[in-house]
């Protein structure tokens, strides 16, 4: 951990501090839309050459800090080495995203190996401890991973699917075995996220991407209980490390989500009613979000607006101002400067 961890904004917020202004960072703010990243990327010679070179990896967390005033880094990395960990073959295709090789109900389980799974991924704790040493000293370091439904989905499905139907039919058929893959992914996500914090990260968030996908039946048993082992396991291993969870689409069942879990913070997508997030979430934990990634685009009047109400609804408690997903690629980055701007001047400033 760099830096006074009394002098982070968005460390303290995520302790449950009201800080005013909020604290600012944006979920994929390394990526396609700053030009410095392309022709990083384009040097890489491949999106996992980028994530597993510590060096080059560490260039791409960092670049968004020399552009913004933001006040977290997050590792550039994927959610997805996870699974390759665990000995499942991936690649990323240009303009299709990544294709696994399917892990079939039936097929023989993966196997987690912690001792594999570290040196597997020994470039990314390299390139995390390369992140702290170099980040500002008021800047937040944020670990991340995939939770592990949001893992399965694309382990069985081989790739993003657009109705989930083959781990779906998975858990309803075979709820056992189907069990037993997500009580692996449980133990390797929680090995990644105490190795990221042992390696100088001061947070970390579980993305669990589709957890909007699974009915109220299912959220508990598949997105809740394992995110709350996940939780229990990091706070073991590092009591004082925040852990911010991000169950994108999972609407009402927030309220749940947060009281099961035990997370520091919930980062809520665009969905969400910033005013139902301060009555509902607010009292209980962080929340984190969640301006609509077009309004970054789009920017002028649009932007200011959008962030001003999110601004006048949540900032007075404990919250980190974000995007409800990640940045888009068509994003002007001339309109995340804006952002950090109105961000930044509140609550004085033009309402306008």
Known sequence: MTGNPNDKPLLAALRGEVRQPPPLWLMRQAGRYLPEYRALRAKAGSFLDLCYDPALATEASLQPLKRFSLDGVILFSDILVVAEALGVTLRFEEGEGPRLEPVREGDALPVFDPARQRRHLAPVYEAMTQVSAAAPARATVLGFAGAPWTLATYMVGGGRSRDFLAVKGWAYREPESFARLIATLQEAVADHLIAQLDAGADAVQVFDSWAGALPESAFRRWCIVP?????????????????????????????????????????????????????????HCTVQGNLDPAALVAGGDALHHAARAILDALAHGPFVFNLGEGVLPRTPPDHVAALADIVQSWPGGDAR
């Open 227 to 283: 995110v709350a082992r996940i939780v229990s396991a990091v706070k073991a291993a590092h009591p004082g490390a925040p852990v911010i969870g991000y169950p994108r689409g999972a609407g009402l069942a927030l309220e749940r989500f947060v009281g099961e879990t035990g997370v520091d913070a919930v980062s809520i997508d665009s969905t969400v009613p910033s005013g139902w997030a301060a009555a509902h979430l607010q009292p």
